[in-house]
């Protein structure tokens, strides 16, 4: 028997462990994959209330880092005046501790305690 280098191949090669899946005649056909990505763990910035912090200066936050108008703005620093805390947006975990870094530096700026944090939402 002899064996030459050049003898072209009797059969097709087996496919690739993971190759797409051929038709035998060459053409691939692509199988639909289900969707592995989740979307991405949120998180709630939670303001909470203080005797000291003048509320003028709590709307104008929620105003500055949280977007919210004036009204909503008033809306949530009352919440947050009756029942201790309240939530001001949910973001992105990077986004939400930029948002608690903003209000906590703007706080010590102004000599006020105002305190807030993230946490996951459920
Ligand atoms: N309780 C504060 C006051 O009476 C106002 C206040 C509201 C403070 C919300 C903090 O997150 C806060 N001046």
Redesign the pocket.
């Known amino acids: 028997m002899k064996f030459m280098a050049t003898n072209p191949p009797t059969r097709s090669p087996a496919p690739a462990p993971h190759s797409p899946p051929s038709d035998g005649a060459g053409a691939v056909v692509l199988e639909r994959r289900a969707q592995k990505i989740q979307p991405p763990q949120m998180y709630q910035v939670v ?5 000291y ?3 003028e200066f ?1 709307v104008v936050v929620l105003q500055e880092f949280f977007n919210k108008d004036r009204e909503a703005a008033t809306q949530i ?1 009352l919440k ?2 009756l029942d201790g805390k309240g939530v001001c947006g949910v973001y992105t975990r990077d986004v939400a501790a930029t948002k608690v870094d903003q209000v906590l530096d703007a706080a010590h700026k102004a000599g006020h305690p ?1 305190q807030c944090l993230s946490e996951p939402v459920e």
């Open positions: 303001m909470l209330n203080d005797d912090t003048p509320m709590v620093m947050i005046h105002l």
